[in-house]
């Protein structure tokens, strides 16, 4: 902030709604040596709360000066931890707001927790050019979980800059319910069972600096305020030398849409990566719970609203794990068994979004294999409903978890950027999809099928959805590189779990979520393309991200290309789910296909 207002730039106003690393040219980084220098340079968002403008500026490190400064008009930046107080204390100071939480027999206002929740855009014209936020509210009293005692419909809406409520939805009273919310056993705990994890010969991997290095994999990380851990330049050691496979690797952009079209419930569909910035809400983790006993945990830097550091503690762990059986081989003359034991590396963190808990593991295998665990946990979001309605129960849109509680269905979709470098820059995407044979004399019992790959040569040929009659999958194959086969080299995305939207192609979710309208998105390698709905998500009108971008339809063949992967998680709530839920795993592989002449995990070491 001193180099920008030294240049006179920003305002006293100015508050930042990010500072992150401007990553260098990756050009630049591909020719990067060791002892090398490198540019650094800082990527500063910034709003201006009385001028209401944002603005983007870059920042040259070594030089303290200003490299570039742009203004971006019709834009909301990200919230920041102050819009979140504003709003709070906004809506508690509100006459209107105080008289219907006290029609529900709450009398202690300071004792409701204000959960203040993204805007979005619905065409409203007295809404256009407002800095807003939609409100509701939770009697939190004296209990830990307030999401278990939700004021039902009542949405306040508050104009930010004018530091107002312009809106207050009010759909009925609804007893506020008292349904024990707690995370605890109604019973005797069960005894602990202590697990020993024991590496006598120390930590298998290497960390130098932001570098990691284990096994065959060599592989950089980093912690950004909107994506949170990123990977780059990921590579496997083969034969004295690394071969590229990834250079980066994030989490794009995130949607949860509710199932409820009610007033109060159907603008509830956050996009926390672009509407509040993932990385910004990691968390502590801690050992023995969130990590194992053997976990490195590791700390960030980020920035507050005025750009001084903040520590982020231990929010990144690495730790090897066992991975089960790896291969094993019988021979049933001899009865002779050869077999291995698995072990993997995972990066892995954590972040909170309000009522939900997310965790991330990036997991590397010893096969060449990287993988990407998705953990959903957390507090479901419900709704209080009177006993009545619960007695006679028969809402389309949610489940009853508890008495007078019903949690409404929703959905989670993840859109993942992988900046693919299959042993070099240079790749061709083709689709796998696998078929029967029709009868006839090539197919006399019937059985036989095929698989046939199709090349992706635009980017509209590369809009895809997830096909399971025909195991679809996608590779990428190095069209210049082959392997002793005379195969190109090549990496397979293998989904696992996936769901479809069920927000019309019309509404204004899928508008702004156009990222969800496709498993599979393709597009050349753009440093300026990074977030699949946009660069500024908060109350956008949509089309942006990967709808407009691929609109070229450029071509993609042998390529510097980029994958874009949507994984969806549709949750119908259990009782089970309540009052926390178990971790709900999901996620993703990337699977060597030819990248190696055999399996390269057949160095891998007896037990000792």
């Known amino acids: 902030m001193e180099v920008l207002r030294a240049d006179g730039r920003a305002s006293d106003t100015a508050r930042f709604q990010a500072l992150s690393l401007h990553e260098p040219p990756k050009d630049e980084v591909l020719a990067w040596r060791p002892g090398q220098p490198l540019r650094r340079e800082a990527l500063a968002l910034l709003y201006d709360r009385s001028r209401r403008t944002s603005s983007e500026a870059v920042v040259e490190l070594r030089g303290r000066k200003v490299v570039s400064w742009k203004d971006v008009p019709g834009v909301q930046p990200a919230y920041t931890p102050e819009d979140l107080a504003v709003t709070a204390a906004t809506v508690r100071a509100d006459p209107a707001w105080r008289e219907a939480v006290r029609r529900r027999g709450i009398p202690d206002f300071e004792n409701v927790q204000i959960e203040p929740g993204p805007a979005g855009y619905y065409g409203r014209t007295h809404e256009e050019g407002k800095r807003l936020a939609r409100a509701v509210s939770y009697y939190r009293g004296s209990a830990h979980n307030a999401y278990a005692r939700p004021v039902e419909g009542l949405v306040a809406v508050v104009d930010l800059g004018a530091r107002k409520v312009v809106e207050l939805i009010d759909t009925g009273t609804v007893p506020v319910p008292t349904a024990d919310g707690e995370a605890r056993a109604p019973g005797p705990v069960r005894a602990p069972l202590p697990l020993q ?190 006993p009545a309605a619960a007695a006679a129960h028969s809402s389309p849109h949610g489940h009853l978890v508890a008495r007078d509680l019903e949690a409404v269905h929703h959905q989670h979709f993840f859109n993942f950027r992988l900046d693919l470098d299959v042993d070099g820059a240079r790749n061709t995407v083709v689709e796998m999809n696998t078929q029967p044979m029709p009868p006839g004399p090539g197919n006399p019992e019937g059985a036989g099928f095929v698989m046939k790959e199709t090349l992706l040569r635009t980017e509209r040929e590369a809009q895809r959805q997830l096909d399971l009659a025909s195991s679809r999958a996608w590779k990428v194959i190095n069209p210049s590189r082959e392997n002793s086969l005379r195969q190109p080299v090549g990496y397979v995305l293998l989904p696992a779990e996936n769901a479809v939207p069920y927000a019309r192609p019309v509404s204004w979710v899928r508008k702004r979520a156009g990222f969800v309208g496709a498993h599979l998105w393709v597009t050349p390698y753009d440093p300026a393309q990074t977030y699949a709905a946009g660069d500024y998500v908060s109350q956008s009108r949509g089309g942006g991200g990967l709808p407009t971008w691929t609109r070229a339809n450029r071509a993609l063949e042998n390529q510097d290309v980029v994958l874009w992967y949507t994984l969806g998680v549709t949750h119908l709530p259990r009782p089970e789910d309540w009052p926390v839920m178990s971790v709900h795993r999901t996620g993703f592989k990337l699977v060597p296909a030819g990248f190696f002449p055999s399996n390269p995990a057949l160095d891998v070491a007896r037990p000792e």
């Open 197 to 386: 994890i024991v590496q006598p010969k120390g930590v298998g991997f290497e960390v130098r600096g932001h570098e990691v290095r284990w096994q065959n994999w060599r592989f950089r990380y980093g912690m950004l305020p909107r994506e949170g851990l990123v990977l780059y330049t990921v590579g496997y050691e083969d034969a004295g030398s690394v071969r590229p496979v990834l250079y980066r690797g994030s989490l794009s952009e995130m949607l949860v849409p509710y199932a409820d079209p009610g007033p109060a419930w159907s603008f509830r569909n956050a996009f926390d990566v672009g509407e509040y910035g993932l990385g910004r809400s990691a968390l502590s983790l801690e050992p023995l719970s969130d990590a194992p006993a053997n976990a490195v945990l590791l700390d960030a830097t980020l920035a507050d609203e005025s750009g001084r550091p903040l520590a982020a503690r231990c929010v990144v762990a690495l730790f090897e794990r066992d991975g089960g059986l790896l291969w094993k081989q019988y021979d049933y003359l001899t009865g002779h068994p050869e077999s291995r034991r698995a072990r993997e590396l995972v990066l892995s963190w954590q972040a909170a979004a309000a009522n939900y808990a997310y965790g991330f593991n990036w997991v590397f295998h010893q096969d060449g294999t990287l993988e990407m665990e998705v953990l959903l946990t957390g507090v479901l979001q419900v709704k209080a409903v009177t």
